[in-house]
């Protein structure tokens, strides 16, 4: 039987559960692209991640800045 560590904090847990309802409640209220635009702009947030070692500041600057404001983009449902 797997169970959860309880949080030294109750209080901090229902903060956290309640916001966490409400991102899942306004996440399921949005349209289907705007979902996948944002799982796809995840995943190449992910994979990107381990090369900001590798490469000049800047373009991992500019990645960072590109990633944001699509994903800005598909939240507040403004066109490309």
Do not use: C, K, Y
Not at 26 to 41: I, K, M, V
Not at 48 to 75: D, E, H, M, N, V
């Amino acid at each position: 039987m797997l169970t959860r560590p309880m949080s030294a904090d109750p209080a901090a847990s229902l903060v956290n559960s309640g916001l966490r309802q409400r991102l899942t409640r306004r996440l399921a209220h949005l349209p289907r692209e705007t979902r996948d635009t944002g799982f796809l702009l995840t995943v190449i947030a992910w994979i990107t991640l381990p090369l900001a070692s590798s490469i000049p500041p800047w373009a991992t600057l500019l990645t960072a800045a590109a990633l944001l404001w699509r994903g800005w983009l598909a939240w507040t449902g403004r066109p490309l």
